[in-house]
Nanobody, 123 residues
């Protein structure tokens, strides 16, 4: 599985971005998917996850109510709509494919990772 993340960039606080992750070579419709992020000097952290059917979704407390994760199994994509962005959202964002049908917050449960896309929020 190869994952290609896109949609990052610079944005002002309060603005929005939409990240997209596309899987090539293999379907991901049977796997949970998630977005993680890593800020400079910090560990990678869970942002949002969605189950294989899209019916079980979880968010980190820091983004709940501002971010929305969605997936399109026909297109093998998973998106992250980010609204009301804050400077503390600045990080490299990674998409990942879960080892199971669901998406936990534990990065150890993910087998495939995208290359990351930079999101920079200025105040």
């Amino acid at each position: 599985v190869q994952l290609q993340a896109s949609g990052g960039g610079p944005v002002q606080a309060g603005g929005s971005l939409r990240l997209s992750c596309a899987s090539s070579r293999r379907t991901i419709s049977n796997n949970g998917m998630a977005w993680f992020r890593q800020a400079p000097g910090k560990e990678r952290e869970f942002v949002a996850g969605v189950s294989y059917r899209g019916d079980a979704i979880n968010y980190a407390n820091a983004v709940r109510g501002r971010f929305t994760i969605s997936r399109d199994n026909a297109k093998n994509t998973v998106d992250l709509q980010m609204n009301s962005l804050k400077p503390e959202d600045t990080a490299v964002y990674f998409c990942a494919v879960s080892l199971s049908s669901y998406a936990s917050a534990d990065s150890g449960n993910y087998r495939y990772w995208g290359q990351g896309t930079q999101v920079t929020v200025s105040s």
